[in-house]
């Protein structure tokens, strides 16, 4: 057999795969190679579909190839540099605002647009909801388009008419699709697409109110590098131009969170099906070590034999890894239906790229893991045909941990992963293997000590975890990881918002009043006091936005990514007050006092964690723009803001008689008990042009949306139990041997079989269980630490938690009784025959 053809070899490893195929451990192999594949592949294409749609439909995103958007109206020479270049136009303007019919009020997104919108793609509606829809251009004066949920919320059909303000549309069709719909705010409530031209008549929009403008520019490529470069002087702070690269940051932030935390659900279900095929491949190898040296004797050489198993595996490899690239297109198809209601309706397919890479990360991982037990097979010496106690040189350290670490590396570049972040996962992976590892360790070395009272079946259960106490950790501390995640899941999903509704006040404020115009002030104050509610005092609000921290511009004093970052990206609500609000407390300075007069700069009060973002100290000079002016202030004072009190709270609030002479619009919160929708509606009615947010409806919405993103982290996490699984049949099969020739000889001297399912239902019931204790106390651990220092909330315990050990004994059990029923099965007189 010297000089082995390569045509044999492949025709003699194909042939030994098919007759090993019903081995135990290439089952294992094949199916952790498979989820690997399957995860990385789900994932992969989730990623590329999402990254080729942004790619596919950038200026679609905008509804135009350059946006001017702003909380101000473009000035008139803005829009003229613009016309005169050439470039098409296109305006937008964007409220929210309360829709008031006979049956309710619904707060929405009110859209106004004039008859050239869109630039860029095109507007769908449908003729009554939930019917075909057409594409076609947008409604004419005096009319208005709805999505279906509002229909449903207000119990509309077409032809029946809304207020808007102090305008009453008609309803001509159903609103299924704008190209340019944001991902903030308003995309939360329901849409109402209305023409520009009923906008003043409306009677919403004026001086100080919310409200986001936005000029619409499309042409060639030179004609907007032109207008970008006659902007360039003219762009006042509350503008900003996007482009098809910056467009729709809000969702292109999102989906690259969600595309980093997946990854890191990808790389968890790699890494433990790597152990899977770690485990596998050494008992591979081992099974394999006589039939390696009869080969060796029957003149193969070293390299010829290694190379045998190792196409063996490699076929393995490319079969298993074909039907998980398969799996996985399948199951991102899964993933997509659970975020419908969040991402586009029409999604590039992705191409084969995906597929073909979840591929290799899935033979990169047989070969890093399991090249260490394989590069035994070349070593077995042909002396063990006659010395079966001969067995090879084990591997370098190097080659063992090297494989493993050049593997997990090239994976994690492929899967472009935050190394700070994944760093953390390994580091506090490890350092929980090692605590929990070491508890584990140390409880089943005290169960020793009560073997002696124990009946038999326990006695036998328990001796063959005690036999291999690091196996049974290994198992353990796996699959109890896996049960804390899901479970902290599910516990954070739903009982967050719970926990923090529940230790809200009864009476806490449930609307906020936004928009009050100045003229409505007094009887707007005066009909809350007729309907008897508890509100809060009315704010003046002027929107403004910082610029500089003394005379330094504000954008070089912050990270990325930061509060402060969020705060100067945006106009804050500016107000002013006499008097400390309630549950606002000074961390530093004063509040004003008569001396502040002979500053020649009036002082703000900052809220504390905005100025630790920010860098701000006591006496340090902001400027505002506000409006057209610019305003400079002096930092007095530092507050603590309750956020979650419902009430009206501000970042900055102003010392009295810096901003009077500004635009205002006024806001404030109020507790209205349930029942008293009617008195609701004649509210929106009497004051049109004030904005009305309900909040209980706000947080079922967020509700919703939380419940759709954690349930498609369940999904992806399915990944991780499926290869933790594999990890647990990797560890039975390598211990198989051993269990199958312990049933013989137990069997042989009279046990009954009942005794021995007996015994291996208690060992993996008590496996399972740990597993769900170790869970549920990480969970109780970590709700604990996220309630007090991350939420602020009252931390109790959960009693449902007690599930876990039963779900683990569960699963762990029959996933071991049916590992192990080859042991149960074996006749004892042919398994004592061969050994």
Not at 20 to 31: C, H, K, N, T
Not at 487 to 495: D, F, K, T, V
Not at 605 to 628: C, H, I, K, P, Y
């Amino acid at each position: 057999m010297a000089g082995l053809p390569l045509r044999r070899l492949l025709t003699l490893a194909t042939r030994q795969l098919r007759r090993d195929a019903r081995s135990g451990e290439l089952r294992v192999l094949f199916a952790a190679v498979l989820v690997a594949v399957a995860a990385s592949t789900a994932i992969g294409y989730f990623s590329t579909r999402l990254n080729d749609a942004m790619l596919l439909r950038a200026s679609e995103f905008l509804g135009a190839d350059l946006v001017l958007n702003g909380s101000a109206p473009a000035a008139p020479e803005q829009l003229r540099s613009g016309r005169q270049l050439g470039l098409q136009h296109a305006r937008v303007v964007e409220f929210s605002s309360v829709i008031a019919t006979d049956q309710g009020i619904q707060l929405a997104s009110v859209k106004a647009a004039d008859s050239e919108y869109p630039l860029r793609g095109e507007l769908r509606s449908a003729p009554a909801p939930y019917e075909a829809e057409t594409p076609g251009s947008g409604p004419s004066r005096g009319e208005a388009w709805a999505e279906a949920r509002l229909f449903a919320a207000l119990d509309l059909k077409v032809g029946d008419s809304i207020e808007v303000g102090e305008k009453q549309l008609r309803l001509s069709r159903v609103l299924t699709y704008e190209p340019d719909r944001a991902g903030d705010f308003y995309s939360l409530t329901p849409r109402v697409l209305m023409h520009l031209d009923d906008l003043d008549a409306t009677g919403i929009v004026q001086p100080g109110s919310r409200v986001r403008y936005r000029e619409l520019w499309t042409g060639d490529t030179q004609q907007l590098a032109d207008y970008r470069a006659a902007l360039a002087g003219q762009l006042s702070p509350q503008q900003r131009l996007e482009d098809t690269r910056d467009g729709n940051r809000q969702i292109g932030t999102a989906l690259g969170r969600a595309e980093r935390y997946l990854n890191l659900a990808s790389l968890a279900a790699v890494l433990l099906a790597g152990v899977a095929v770690a485990l596998s491949a050494s008992r591979f190898a081992i099974r394999r070590y006589d039939a390696s040296a009869l080969l060796r004797c029957l003149g193969l050489s070293r390299h010829e034999a290694l190379g045998l198993y190792a196409v063996q595996l490699l076929l393995l490899g490319v079969l298993a890894s074909s039907l998980g690239a398969a799996l996985g297109w399948l199951a991102q198809h899964g993933l997509f239906h659970l975020l419908r209601d969040l991402l586009p309706t029409d999604i590039p397919p992705g191409g084969l790229l995906p597929a073909l890479a979840g591929m290799a990360i899935g033979l990169l991982a047989l070969a890093g893991f399991a090249l260490p037990p394989l590069a035994a097979l070349g070593r077995v010496p042909p002396l063990r045909v006659l010395r079966s106690d001969v067995l090879p040189l084990p591997p370098s350290a190097w080659l063992v941990y090297g494989s493993a670490l050049v593997a997990l590396g090239i994976i994690m570049w492929r899967l472009s992963l935050d190394l700070t972040l994944t760093l953390a996962m390994i580091g506090g992976g490890l350092l929980a293997v090692l605590l929990l590892g070491g508890l584990l360790l140390f409880g089943l070395q005290g169960l020793r000590r009560l073997l002696s009272n124990a009946s038999l079946p326990w006695r036998l259960g328990l001796g063959q975890l005690l036999r291999h106490p690091l196996a049974a950790a290994g198992q353990a501390l796996a699959f109890g990881l896996i049960l804390l995640a899901m479970a902290l899941i599910a516990l954070l999903r739903g009982e967050l918002l719970d926990t923090w509704q529940a230790q809200l006040p009864a009476d806490a404020p449930n609307h906020f009043a936004l928009n009050i115009l100045p003229g409505d002030k007094d009887a707007f104050n005066t009909r809350l006091a007729a309907l008897q509610v508890q509100a809060a005092p009315l704010y003046p609000v002027v929107p403004g936005r910082l610029i500089a921290i003394n005379d330094q511009p504000v954008r070089q004093r912050v990270s990325k990514e930061s509060q402060g970052e969020r705060a100067i990206r945006r106009d804050l609500s500016l107000t002013w007050a006499a008097d400390l609000p309630a549950d606002n407390l000074l961390k530093a300075g004063h509040w004003w006092q008569p001396e502040n007069a002979a500053d020649s700069l009036p002082g703000v009060s900052v809220e504390s964690e905005l100025a630790e973002s920010l860098g701000l100290q006591l006496g340090d000079r902001l400027r505002f723009n506000v409006g057209s002016s610019e305003r400079e202030t002096r930092v007095t004072s530092l507050r603590e803001v309750d956020w979650n009190n419902f009430q009206p709270n501000f970042y900055m609030i102003f010392e009295p008689g810096t901003l009077q002479d500004l635009p205002t619009t006024y806001l404030t919160s109020f507790y209205l008990p349930a029942g008293q929708e009617r008195q609701l509606v004649e509210l929106a009615r009497a004051f049109p042009t004030v904005t009305l947010l309900q909040v209980d409806a706000l947080l079922a919405q967020l509700r919703s949306i939380l419940s759709q993103v954690t349930l498609a982290i369940e999904y992806v996490l399915l990944f991780v139990l499926a290869a933790g699984l594999a990890v647990l049949f990797a560890g039975l099969q390598a211990t198989l041997d051993e269990r199958i020739r312990q049933g013989a000889l137990l069997r042989a001297l009279g046990a009954r079989r009942r005794l021995l399912i007996k015994a291996r239902r208690s060992e993996f019931a008590l496996l399972g269980a740990t597993s769900g204790v170790l869970a549920a106390l990480g969970c109780e651990l970590i709700s604990a630490l996220l309630y007090r220092f991350a939420f602020d909330l009252a931390w109790h315990p959960h009693p449902w938690l007690l599930l876990l050990p039963v779900l683990g004994a569960l699963l762990i059990g029959g996933a071991g009784m049916l590992g192990t029923r080859r042991a149960l099965n074996a006749s004892p007189l042919q398994v004592l025959r061969e050994g």
